[in-house]
């Protein structure tokens, strides 16, 4: 509608962007083009009013430094390398990104495996507990990460919203499932004897986000991990760190 596309293609960048049109609409507020984005899908015309909105929040926003999150707050290597992450509308920078290295992957691995140490150990009920508290969480910062999810890989409002939705379902189920997690009893061949099986953490996970669905992904791989006892380390793409920074706040509040 009004030359907006939504792509929605499996592997491709989810982004609505406007679709060229010869002439300007003023009646939906659009009085001129900026400039031209090439895509995968054919060129597309970036609407005056969306790129003076942008330039606006650059101006009004400092920019954002991105750490690791490693022992439950922000860890700066120290080593001054960084990387920009760009808005995939017009390019602007949207953070400033500490670069990860196999020092930094050593350092997180080991606080998991310290970590699990203890975790393990943690009662059902305060796991549950503390699930239920980061889907709250979750609820309350819920526009904020639609936005960043706009802002930072191009969604649609609407998937946006929904990716928020069902991570919030996620979040909900994993504290439902910690009390699920049971071991069996087996009839035995032998007399007297009572088998039995039981279910143990087994220990640091390992995880991956892509970008296109960050936020689903992210607790996707976190949350039931953790409900069973376990300690995770996680990988997001490059693409979408400061949602990844806002789910490992809401992880660890």
């Not at 101006?59 to 001054?80: L, R």
């Not at 290295?101 to 549950?128: G, K, L, N």
């Not at 909900?172 to 071991?183: E, L």
Request: charged share 25%.
């Amino acid at each position: 509608e009004d030359g907006i596309r939504d792509i929605g293609v499996t592997g491709v960048q989810t982004c609505a962007l406007p679709i060229f049109r010869p002439q300007a609409l003023p009646e939906r507020g659009w009085t001129g083009f900026d400039w031209i984005r090439d895509t995968p899908f054919g060129s597309a015309v970036v609407p005056a009013r969306f790129a003076n909105y942008n330039r606006r929040m650059s101006e009004q926003q400092p920019t954002p430094e991105i750490f690791h999150w490693i022992e439950g707050s922000q860890w700066n290597p120290q080593d001054g390398r960084f990387f920009k992450t760009k808005s995939p509308l017009d390019d602007r920078t949207l953070g400033s990104v500490s670069l990860g290295s196999e020092a930094v992957i050593d350092r997180a691995v080991q606080a998991a495996h310290s970590a699990f140490d203890s975790f393990r150990c943690v009662a059902p009920t305060q796991r549950e507990k503390w699930l239920l508290q980061a889907a709250e969480l979750l609820e309350t910062r819920r526009q904020r990460l639609v936005r960043i999810l706009i802002d930072e890989i191009g969604s649609p409002v609407s998937k946006a919203e929904k990716e928020v939705e069902v991570a919030l379902g996620i979040l909900r189920a994993s504290a439902g499932a910690v009390r699920r997690v049971t071991g069996r009893t087996y009839p035995s061949d032998i007399g007297g004897r009572l088998s039995y099986s039981v279910r143990q953490p087994l220990g640091v996970v390992a995880g991956m986000t892509p970008f296109n669905v960050p936020l689903i992904k992210a607790f996707k791989q976190t949350a039931m991990p953790l409900a069973t006892g376990n300690t995770v380390v996680l990988l997001p793409d490059r693409k979408s760190t400061r949602l990844n920074s806002s789910h490992a706040n809401i992880s660890y509040a």
